[in-house]
Antibody
Framework: EVQLVESGGGLVQPGGSLRLSCAAS????????MHWVRQAPGKGLVWVSR????????TYADSVKGRFAISRDNAKNTLHLQMNSLSAEDTAVYYC??????????????WGQGTLVTVSS | QSALTQSAPVSGSRGQSITISCTGT?????????VSWYQRHPGKVPKLMIY???NRPSGVSDRFSGSKSGNTASLTISGLQTEDEADYYC??????????FGGGTKLTVL
């Protein structure tokens, strides 16, 4: 069974940093594209970033480019999202999402339960 | 990278058909046939229902269908069932190589 378990969320002050992690299990992690998607309170889903299977290719939404960095450790089956210069607009539940086996750079087939990031003073 | 614009909340009676629209631009929906639709029940994670405009993953009911015209994509659900009540999100690949979601549409089955 595919499992994606996020951690690292919490309360952080504006301008601060946070590092999210996603522990993957139940599949060959190194074979899949991985994404981060977020959802602000009462709002819709927003795609944040993706990373290819070997970590050599990253893409970011304009809203986080230059502030967030996605990475992975295939030896530890873990996905990360380093978030810097956080603002209130980054407050959201962050989901770790697996790309589909086919065309995983643009399709999602498994989601974690999410971790809440709150940016507030 | 503005969000795709989805239609307002929609409702329908069991057995009826409804259509949800998703409008983008020439930089996303208008450039690729890479529109997907996800269903999300409250408290649950999203589920892929339609990909590449009009393709259903294995296991998804054929009551769900998709289409596209210009910069607007549509999801049609026929023979509405109680379990179809959920939020529906469209997504598209963009010319920047990113992905963009719609704001979501709530479907209520009466």
């Amino acid at each position: 069974e595919v499992q994606l378990v996020e951690s690292g969320g919490g309360l952080v002050q504006p301008g601060g940093s946070l590092r999210l992690s996603c522990a993957a299990s139940g599949f060959t992690f190194s074979s899949y594209w991985m994404h981060w998607v977020r959802q602000a309170p009462g709002k819709g889903l927003v795609w944040v970033s993706r990373l290819n299977n070997d970590g050599s290719h990253t893409t970011y939404a304009d809203s986080v480019k230059g502030r967030f960095a996605i990475s992975r450790d295939n030896a530890k089956n873990t996905l990360h999202l380093q978030m810097n210069s956080l603002s209130a607009e980054d407050t959201a539940v962050y989901y770790c999402v697996r790309g589909s086996e086919s065309n995983g750079y643009r399709l999602f087939d498994s989601w974690g339960q999410g971790t809440l990031v709150t940016v507030s003073s | 990278q503005s969000a795709l614009t989805q239609s307002a909340p929609v409702s329908g009676s069991r057995g009826q058909s409804i259509t949800i629209s998703c409008t983008g631009t020439n930089n996303d929906i208008g450039s690729y046939n890479y529109v997907s639709w996800y269903q999300r029940h409250p408290g649950k994670v999203p589920k892929l229902m339609i990909y590449d405009v009009n393709n259903r993953p294995s296991g998804v009911s054929d009551r769900f269908s998709g289409s596209k015209s210009g910069n607007t994509a549509s999801l049609t659900i026929s023979g509405l069932q109680t379990e179809d009540e959920a939020d529906y999100y469209c997504t598209s690949y963009t010319t920047s190589g990113t992905l963009v979601f719609g704001g979501g549409t709530k479907l209520t089955v009466l």
